[in-house]
């Protein structure tokens, strides 16, 4: 059974760096061909897609933000961590870690697990 | 990468059919055959029901389908349901290596 969870902090001050932590289980990172990402979703808002690191170590950001993310991954501990530096307001939202599986047709192009997510606000 | 284009809204009474559509471009929806749509209850996380265009999870009701036509894709909802009422969300990977999502759209079971 494959289960994910996100946690960190639930508020921030604007300025500061955010550390959000996956757990997970039911597979592991190491397996060749597993991905995962992060996506979030402001409060009534739409869903972005930030960030994804595969069994590999390869990493991919999103081109807007791609200078305030770092995406990384410990297989021994079953985690992937998020990094998001100079946090503002506009930040605020709702943070899911999410798998990527391989597909039929060998590529990685959808999200079939998600964490609960957890809110981060950003206020001073 | 700007968001894929879908109708904030729709809405349709139990037993009839809805479609909603997500228009990228060609560097997204137009290039690969990799739009999913996934539905959303509020304060819950999405739930995968489309993957690549049209396959469907197993789990998923056979009355979801979707399909593609140039850079507009399309996610069907037959014998509409009480329980189907929800946000809608498609996404693409793009030729950027991300992917991008469309704006949601909030189905109303009339």
């Known amino acids: 059974q494959v289960t994910l969870r996100e946690s960190g902090p639930a508020l921030v001050k604007p300025t500061q760096t955010l550390t959000l932590t996956c757990t997970f289980s039911g597979f592991s990172l190491s397996t060749s061909g597993m991905c995962m990402s992060w996506i979030r979703q402001p409060p009534g808002k739409a869903l972005e897609w930030l960030a994804r690191i595969d069994w590999d170590d390869d990493k991919y950001y999103s081109t807007s933000l791609k200078t305030r993310l770092t995406i990384s991954k410990d297989t021994s501990k079953n985690q992937v961590v998020l990094t998001m530096t100079n946090m503002d307001p506009v930040d605020t939202a709702t943070y899911y870690c999410?798998?990527?599986?391989?597909?039929?047709?060998?590529?990685?192009?959808?999200?079939?697990?998600w964490g609960q997510g957890t809110l981060v606000t950003v206020s001073s | 990468q700007s968001a894929l284009t879908q109708p904030a809204s729709v809405s349709g009474s139990p037993g009839q059919s809805i479609t909603i559509s997500c228009t990228g471009t060609?560097?997204?929806?137009?290039?690969?055959?990799?739009v999913s749509w996934y539905q959303q209850y509020p304060g819950k996380a999405p739930k995968l029901m489309i993957s690549e265009v049209s396959n469907r999870p197993s789990g998923v009701s056979n009355r979801f389908s979707g399909s593609k036509s140039g850079n507009t894709a399309s996610l069907t909802i037959s014998g509409l349901q009480a329980e189907d009422e929800a946000d809608y969300y498609c996404?693409?990977?793009?030729?950027?290596?991300?992917?991008?999502f469309g704006g949601g759209t909030k189905l109303t079971v009339l």
């Open positions: 060609s560097s997204d929806v137009g290039r690969y055959n990799y």
């Open positions: 996404s693409s990977y793009t030729s950027s290596s991300t992917w991008v």
């Open positions: 999410v798998r990527i599986p391989r597909s039929g047709s060998g590529s990685y192009t959808y999200f079939d697990y």
